[in-house]
């Protein structure tokens, strides 16, 4: 619910793709790696509509308290 709130028509799924705990991740945290899926239904998303939607979804988590590696 945090990752779609920023565009539910054009979010259309995520999907998690490994969850890794240990080291170098301190104790009590995990390392959680998302594939998140951005479409239309009525046309083709151009390459900065996705980059918006990226930034937009990478603020968002930011704000929650989650921190991204990049």
Known sequence: ?????VD???IKGID???VY????????QKS????????SD???LAPEEIE???NRVIKKVEKAGYSLRK
């Open 21 to 28: 705990s240990g080291k170098p991740i301190p104790d009590g």
């Open 16 to 18: 998690v793709l490994s």
């Open 42 to 44: 009525t046309k083709t």
């Open 32 to 39: 959680v790696s998302l594939k998140i899926t951005f479409a």
């Open 1 to 5: 619910s945090l990752i779609p709130s």
């Open 8 to 10: 539910k028509q054009l």
């Open 52 to 54: 918006s939607l990226q």
